[in-house]
């Protein structure tokens, strides 16, 4: 069997990684996977045709600053599809750019068999991307459970697979011990700052985070701050901490293993008593780790009032959605000021009423993504199995 897989940031990855791993539980004979993701899928045994990070753009001021590169890119990785001709092409969330390598790959070769992972938000925004997407997606794993029916509204086959977060390890006290040991940690609040995995989301949040910190600390001077940092940006991060109150802890990957990280990963939102993120898919980390939240975001201008005059919900925060409350405080585009962040900050730091709400949508996020049940990975990849 062979597979090609294309991811663009690290919840693609993820995703791709436990995708892989259940193909390979499943299927006695080897199997080639081919196509592009990052370290994650690597070490299941990808290989790739360029650096993921190449793909990390967000907005759509910043998808036209890179135009010509992606379409580029666009272009290569469809001519690596059709020259392979795989038992399945499958598709990873980034629908910039991985849907239009569908598009022409199905335009070129319409019996190749496509699967896209990661339902689009039609229930969010731009519901007609289902029928646009239809025309060269042939199935579709989706992650929440009220998305298959979008989906086959359309014509395409879909199944809900659940989140491979669900069942991601937590920190061993043996880590927890030894993070706080690594970096001195005192009984002080520990506040996570997660200010996201593109360059572009750094740039624009940073500052923001920062600012957002000095109330918190001036209420909490014993809180330390502990930064995890994505790979592809992590010296870019350090460069921005410059600044920043309260001398922040990043946890830097550079120069250790992808499993050492990923356990001091695991240990600084084990230590966590709140966190500040970006919006996005570490907010089911969070919700999988019990790590209180407040999400925070912005773009460019343009992108802003683009999705703003689209969106159909009240919030896009994902434990939000899938518990069906509004226990998680987000602050989106010019609602992203550092004051009314730090005041979410502090609330759940002081009032016990707020985490503990926070805790029970987490608990009903957990159960609803599949906790519990067979392996979301081993889910998708029975899924994939069906359509090849």
């Given amino acids: 069997m062979r597979l090609f897989l294309v991811a663009g940031e690290p919840s693609g990855d993820r995703l791709g990684a436990a995708l892989m791993a259940g193909l390979k539980a499943l299927v006695e004979d080897p199997i080639e996977f081919h196509g592009i993701g990052g370290p994650m899928m690597q070490a299941e045994g990808l290989q790739t045709l360029f650096p993921m990070e190449e793909l990390s753009v967000i907005g759509l001021t910043e998808i036209l600053a890179n135009y010509r590169r992606l379409a580029r ?11 392979m001709k795989p038992d399945a092409l499958i598709t990873i969330d980034i629908p910039e750019f991985s849907l239009r390598v569908a598009s022409k790959v199905k335009a070129a070769a319409p019996h190749q068999p496509t699967v896209h992972y990661v339902a689009p938000t039609v229930w969010a925004w731009r519901p007609k991307r289902a029928r646009k997407m239809a025309k060269s997606i042939d199935h579709v794993l989706a992650l ?26 937590r920190a061993s006290e043996a880590e927890i011990a030894a993070f706080r040991d690594k970096h001195g940690l005192g009984d002080g609040p520990k506040v996570l700052v997660l200010p996201g995995s593109r360059r572009s989301e750094i740039e624009r949040l940073a500052p923001v985070f920062g600012e957002a910190l000095r109330p918190v600390l001036a209420r909490h001077p014993d809180a330390q701050v502990i930064l995890p940092a994505a790979p592809a940006v992590a010296g870019y991060l350090g460069d921005k901490l410059a600044g920043w109150p309260g001398k922040p802890i ?12 990923a356990a001091e990963k695991r240990a600084g939102f084990a230590v966590a008593d709140v966190a500040l993120a970006a919006s996005g898919t570490v907010s089911l980390e969070l919700a999988a780790s019990e790590t209180p939240m407040v999400i925070a975001y912005d773009m460019s201008w343009l992108s802003r009032k683009m999705v703003a005059s689209m969106l159909r919900v009240d919030t896009v925060t994902l434990v939000n959605l899938v518990s069906d409350t509004r226990a998680v405080p987000e602050f989106l585009g010019e609602a992203c000021k550092p004051a009314p962040v730090a005041a979410a900050l502090n609330r759940l730091l002081d009032d016990e009423a707020t985490r503990l709400e926070q805790l029970d949508a987490m608990a009903l996020t957990m159960q609803r993504l599949g906790r519990g049940g067979e392996p979301p990975g081993l889910r998708a990849a029975r899924s994939v199995l069906s359509v090849i």
């Fill in 144 to 169: 929440l459970p009220f998305e298959p029916p979008y989906m086959q509204a359309e014509g395409m086959s879909c199944d809900c697979v659940g989140h491979p977060v669900v069942t991601e390890p």
């Fill in 73 to 83: 890119r666009v272009t290569d990785t469809a001519q690596a599809v059709l020259a």
């Fill in 250 to 261: 990043l946890l830097d990957p550079r120069g250790q293993g992808a499993e050492a990280f």
